[in-house]
């Protein structure tokens, strides 16, 4: 951080301090007294064992378990002193060891110390240059906004020059769920404070888009928490827009809301979307609490490289999160999702005409069934869709329980039983698992543990199964039994590298190579079937998100595409996020299956 190796000085005692380093999730800073005063020459005593004790505390928290040894080594003390020091800091509460393998570890004391630090923390004097950024940034007003009872109350503002102004917000109040940073506040509730909010809330109409059926809102909120950022649009004043994103502090818990706020006609539902990562990397700049929304914000630079004439942009839709794709033969249509609208679009890649399903919840995936229809990989289960009369009816819902988790990417085997995996909503890690629904309607839990469930296929001859997680960038092989639907003998098939994105949907061809779609990677990569890659197809989108083969032959891949958290600077070099892309590959595909049930 920038703060690092700053020397501050006591206006009272002249003593000099230098910040040696701030942990980023604490947000403890680590002092060095640097001079007694301007007078003296000499060391405080104990300063130098300070300075030894925080080194100790550093080459912990940079490398969690190393042992005794190890630490000595590194520290550069004698082993004398650093037993002796390693033990104060275990007495202290700051270290702690773990007697299974004697290895070290930071102790609870440091996260009690964090906690008063946050239950200390100057919510306004933090935020102050993110609303001055954003404000510049959008040519609008930024407000800071806070829970008060069961209102939204407006703390801070900072007013944009223009010709239409709204005025001084602060100490406004607002409504919960009809406001922008009201509804990033409530997405971001725990499951039974947030019921017990909506239990407290009245659903008032202020406008004719006010969202007043608590089902809907409930919903709604979901894909809030999922997308990173709310929006409203018209629903507490007519002709008012915002996007907002919670500040949240280190249990993943609201603090407060930083709001773009202005005239609809000037905010309109897309500038609102993209400025949704904005707002989303203010609010996590002003709580210095990294990493507590689904998926990544940061995007990897565009690789450098002539543009294949043979990438082609086949449906120009502008999903938020286009996912799922599957080839439709009898209808040579091409079907796919967009998890955050939420909606189920079917496409003509011939002429790139698309129709969109609206769908009443989160969907990650999508395969047709025997019987007709689809069936979904939905937020709250696995369920039939009728998409000419709009008809879900649930086939399971394994993870009922589990209000945090939503299913995402699914495929069927070849004996047409349905493959799928689910993740928490805000990517906590090892909340996903891997399911199997039988055409008779049950379901199976196979494996869970996974941080983000995604891609998965099969080999030609069925006897491996890939399953990809995203969240750790690797892509797992197993031995599949396709009489019993049953896998076995995990192993890592490949592994993205940092810097290359993150490894999302993928398919399989009929030469028995995986293709994988690089979120965040500007590219789609072929890998042989002993997990080296064959060939890398560069595209003018950072976010890939899946892949199917399609077309008359099953030649042409089509690719999926994401626009959501992309800033504006990024959607202006990547206009097309969010499209499907044609790719004419000289390889021929696996016709996917339909669920038999």
């Given at each position: 951080m920038a703060i690092n190796g700053l020397i501050l000085r006591c206006s009272q005692c002249k003593v000099k301090f230098h910040i040696l380093k701030v942990?980023?999730?604490?947000?403890?800073?680590?002092?060095?007294?640097?001079?007694?005063?301007?007078?003296?020459?000499?060391?405080?005593?104990?300063?130098?064992?300070?300075?030894?004790?925080?080194?100790?505390?550093?080459?912990v928290a940079d490398m969690p378990g190393l042992r005794f040894s190890e630490i000595a080594d590194r520290s550069g003390l004698t082993k004398p002193t650093t037993h002796r020091m390693l033990a104060t800091l275990v007495e202290a509460g700051l270290l702690r060891t773990d007697e299974r393998d004697q290895s070290y570890h930071l102790g609870f004391k440091l996260f009690e110390m964090a906690h008063r630090v946050w239950d200390q923390f100057d919510l306004r004097n933090a935020a102050e240059p993110e609303l001055e950024r954003l404000r510049d940034l959008a040519g609008e007003n930024v407000r800071l906004a806070i829970f008060d009872m069961d209102e939204v109350l407006y703390v801070d503002q900072r007013e944009a020059m223009q010709v239409v102004r709204l005025g001084n917000g602060v100490g406004v109040r607002a409504s919960a769920h009809a406001s922008g940073a009201g509804k990033a506040m409530l997405a971001h509730l725990e499951p039974l404070m947030r019921e017990q909010f909506l239990n407290r809330l009245k659903l008032n109409r202020f406008t004719p888009n006010s969202i007043t059926d608590r089902d809907a809102l409930v919903q709604h909120l979901d894909i809030t928490k999922a997308r990173g950022y709310a929006v409203s649009v018209e629903e507490q004043h007519v002709g008012v827009n915002s996007v907002a994103a919670a500040i949240l502090d280190h249990r993943a818990r609201a603090i407060g809301a930083v709001a773009i706020i202005g005239p609809a006609y000037r905010l309109d539902l897309d500038r609102l979307h993209m400025l949704g990562r904005d707002v989303?990397?203010?609010?996590?700049?002003?709580?210095?609490?990294?990493?507590?929304?689904?998926?990544s914000i940061a995007t990897n630079p565009r690789p450098l490289g002539v543009d294949r004439d043979d990438v082609v942009s086949a449906v120009p839709t502008t999903a938020f999160l286009g996912e799922g794709p599957v080839w439709l033969p009898t209808q040579q249509k091409l079907a796919f999702v967009d998890i955050l609208a939420p909606a189920i679009i079917m496409s003509d890649p011939k002429d790139g005409t698309f129709q969109t399903h609206a769908m009443p919840e989160l969907v990650g995936a999508i395969v047709p069934r025997r019987r007709g229809g689809f069936l979904a990989a939905m937020q709250t289960g696995l369920k039939a869709v009728d998409i000419e009369t709009g008809t879900v009816t649930t086939i399971a819902a394994p993870e009922a329980t589990k209000l945090g988790n939503r299913f995402n990417d699914g495929k069927c085997d070849r004996r047409g039983r349905f493959w799928a995996g689910t993740l928490a909503i805000d990517t906590t890690p090892g909340h996903g698992s891997l399911y199997r629904l039988d055409p008779d309607g049950r379901c199976t839990l196979i494996e869970s543990g996974f941080h983000v469930s995604n891609g998965l296929g099969w080999s030609p001859d069925d006897r491996i199964f890939y399953f990809t997680d995203s969240g750790v960038r690797k892509i797992y092989a197993y031995d599949f039994d396709i009489e019993a639907g049953t896998i076995a003998n995990k192993r890592i098939f490949a592994e993205v590298p940092e810097g290359a994105g993150a490894p999302d949907g993928l398919t399989v061809d009929s030469e028995g190579y995986l293709w994988?779609?690089?979120?965040?990677?500007?590219?789609?990569?072929?890998?042989?079937?002993?997990?080296?890659?064959?060939?890398?197809?560069?595209?003018?989108?950072?976010?890939?998100?899946?892949?199917?083969?399609?077309?008359?032959?099953?030649?042409?891949?089509?690719?999926?595409?994401?626009?959501?958290?992309?800033?504006?600077?990024?959607?202006?070099?990547?206009?097309?996020?969010?499209?499907?892309?044609?790719?004419?590959?000289?390889?021929?595909?696996?016709?996917?299956?339909?669920?038999a049930g």
């Amino acid at each position: 951080m920038a703060i690092n190796g700053l020397i501050l000085r006591c206006s009272q005692c002249k003593v000099k301090f230098h910040i040696l380093k701030v942990c980023s999730m604490s947000r403890l800073a680590v002092v060095e007294t640097v001079h007694r005063n301007e007078d003296s020459s000499r060391e405080i005593p104990g300063a130098q064992a300070l300075r030894r004790g925080v080194s100790l505390l550093d080459i912990v928290a940079d490398m969690p378990g190393l042992r005794f040894s190890e630490i000595a080594d590194r520290s550069g003390l004698t082993k004398p002193t650093t037993h002796r020091m390693l033990a104060t800091l275990v007495e202290a509460g700051l270290l702690r060891t773990d007697e299974r393998d004697q290895s070290y570890h930071l102790g609870f004391k440091l996260f009690e110390m964090a906690h008063r630090v946050w239950d200390q923390f100057d919510l306004r004097n933090a935020a102050e240059p993110e609303l001055e950024r954003l404000r510049d940034l959008a040519g609008e007003n930024v407000r800071l906004a806070i829970f008060d009872m069961d209102e939204v109350l407006y703390v801070d503002q900072r007013e944009a020059m223009q010709v239409v102004r709204l005025g001084n917000g602060v100490g406004v109040r607002a409504s919960a769920h009809a406001s922008g940073a009201g509804k990033a506040m409530l997405a971001h509730l725990e499951p039974l404070m947030r019921e017990q909010f909506l239990n407290r809330l009245k659903l008032n109409r202020f406008t004719p888009n006010s969202i007043t059926d608590r089902d809907a809102l409930v919903q709604h909120l979901d894909i809030t928490k999922a997308r990173g950022y709310a929006v409203s649009v018209e629903e507490q004043h007519v002709g008012v827009n915002s996007v907002a994103a919670a500040i949240l502090d280190h249990r993943a818990r609201a603090i407060g809301a930083v709001a773009i706020i202005g005239p609809a006609y000037r905010l309109d539902l897309d500038r609102l979307h993209m400025l949704g990562r904005d707002v989303l990397e203010a609010a996590r700049r002003i709580s210095g609490n990294a990493g507590q929304v689904a998926m990544s914000i940061a995007t990897n630079p565009r690789p450098l490289g002539v543009d294949r004439d043979d990438v082609v942009s086949a449906v120009p839709t502008t999903a938020f999160l286009g996912e799922g794709p599957v080839w439709l033969p009898t209808q040579q249509k091409l079907a796919f999702v967009d998890i955050l609208a939420p909606a189920i679009i079917m496409s003509d890649p011939k002429d790139g005409t698309f129709q969109t399903h609206a769908m009443p919840e989160l969907v990650g995936a999508i395969v047709p069934r025997r019987r007709g229809g689809f069936l979904a990989a939905m937020q709250t289960g696995l369920k039939a869709v009728d998409i000419e009369t709009g008809t879900v009816t649930t086939i399971a819902a394994p993870e009922a329980t589990k209000l945090g988790n939503r299913f995402n990417d699914g495929k069927c085997d070849r004996r047409g039983r349905f493959w799928a995996g689910t993740l928490a909503i805000d990517t906590t890690p090892g909340h996903g698992s891997l399911y199997r629904l039988d055409p008779d309607g049950r379901c199976t839990l196979i494996e869970s543990g996974f941080h983000v469930s995604n891609g998965l296929g099969w080999s030609p001859d069925d006897r491996i199964f890939y399953f990809t997680d995203s969240g750790v960038r690797k892509i797992y092989a197993y031995d599949f039994d396709i009489e019993a639907g049953t896998i076995a003998n995990k192993r890592i098939f490949a592994e993205v590298p940092e810097g290359a994105g993150a490894p999302d949907g993928l398919t399989v061809d009929s030469e028995g190579y995986l293709w994988s779609a690089h979120w965040d990677g500007w590219c789609v990569t072929r890998y042989d079937p002993d997990g080296n890659v064959d060939r890398v197809i560069n595209l003018p989108v950072p976010r890939p998100t899946s892949c199917a083969f399609g077309g008359p032959d099953l030649t042409t891949l089509y690719v999926t595409t994401a626009r959501i958290r992309l800033s504006v600077h990024q959607l202006a070099e990547a206009p097309l996020s969010g499209s499907v892309f044609a790719i004419q590959t000289g390889v021929k595909g696996i016709p996917e299956v339909p669920f038999a049930g």
